[in-house]
């Protein structure tokens, strides 16, 4: 479950849009809310969103299973509200529909409207916090690090495997919970990855896969222009175009606190009810790397350990 906050206000507003029992649009918007979804999804074309138009397309727009996919939720929810079907839509999942159907920002309002959620100008569909449930899952995977990114890095949530395992104490703390922003201010001598010039291409080519989703968008604007500026590095490898897909790797991190290196395999897994948003989970890729981060975990226990917080806090110095 993820959870926005919004004006207490606004939630009072909108809820004259909302069915009976409180969930999704009411009667009377149904009609219009399918309408309009059928009437924005046959305008966006399968090459406006990089896709081959495939043989006996009979729609003339996207299908409805690509849409879904292109925003990140289930055929049948997709479908359903679509249907103007009385479900749970939340902002974010509004937002991943949105971007994909090319709404401009009166056509994102009206969806929001006909939907029966509430509309915030000028909000960030990204800026979200991570639930108990997803929070949970996380925290079982200890001793494993495990941590929970957006599309453009920002850090939602970690687990006490990922606290004690990365730290860069001196970062400036109004990017530190960005891992892009740790790995490319940091000096190398302290840099928690190993092999910068192998891992810092990937996930640049990662950033700007989920990029071309967010273009023109200002927080995402702001970001690429700030950590340009920052690292000259950065422009380099932002300026040559690449994309990838996040994938499983094998990556060799460094600790202060222990001797040799600590390699991990890392795989990304999607989260439902979070567009754009994936669990990177770290399983220790030999007997060595299994010690070394049983060592740190010591530490955390340890009446001089580490006093990894807690919680769903993010922890303050990330890493990938």
């Not at 009411?26 to 999804?41: D, I, K, N, Y």
């Not at 890095?153 to 001196?170: E, Q």
């Not at 795989?267 to 070394?292: K, Q, W």
Request: proline share 8%; aromatic share 6%; hydrophobic share 35%.
């Amino acid at each position: 479950m993820t959870t926005v906050t919004t004006q207490q206000h606004t939630r009072r507003d909108t809820q004259a849009g909302r069915g009976r029992d409180g969930h999704g649009p009411a009667p009377g918007r149904r009609p219009e809310l399918a309408a309009f979804l059928r009437s924005r999804r046959a305008r966006v074309t399968p090459a406006d969103v990089g896709m081959p138009p495939g043989l006996r397309r009979r729609t003339p727009g996207l299908r409805r299973e690509e849409v879904a996919q292109l925003s990140g939720v289930g055929v049948t929810w997709y479908t359903w509200l679509e249907q103007g079907r009385p479900i749970n839509a939340s902002p974010q999942v509004l937002d991943a529909v949105a971007r994909t159907l090319r709404l401009d920002p009166p056509e994102r309002e009206h969806l929001y409207q006909l939907a029966g959620v509430a509309f915030i100008p000028g909000r960030e569909s990204d800026t979200l916090e991570v639930g108990e449930e997803i929070q949970g899952i996380i925290d079982a995977l200890d001793p494993h690090p495990a941590v929970v990114y957006n599309a453009r890095y920002d850090v939602l949530a970690t687990n006490a495997a990922y606290r004690d395992l990365f730290g860069v104490p001196h970062m400036d703390e109004t990017r530190a919970r960005n891992v892009l922003w740790t790995l490319f201010t940091t000096p190398e001598r302290t840099c928690p990855v190993v092999h910068r010039t192998q891992e810092l291409p990937l996930m640049v080519a990662t950033l700007r896969s989920g990029y071309g989703r967010h273009a023109g968008e200002p927080a995402w604007e702001s970001f690429i222009e700030a950590l340009s500026a920052a690292s000259p590095y950065f422009t380099k490898l932002w300026r040559s175009g690449d994309v990838v897909p996040p994938g499983r790797r094998v990556k060799t991190f460094r600790h202060w606190a222990v001797t040799g290196d600590i390699r991990l395999t890392s795989v990304s897994l999607t989260v439902n009810g979070l567009p754009e948003c994936r669990i990177v989970a770290y399983t220790p890729a030999d007997e060595d790397s299994v010690g070394r981060l049983a060592t740190l975990r010591t530490r955390r226990r340890g009446p001089c350990g580490t006093g990894a917080r807690e919680g769903g806090a993010a922890s303050r110095n990330p890493a990938p």
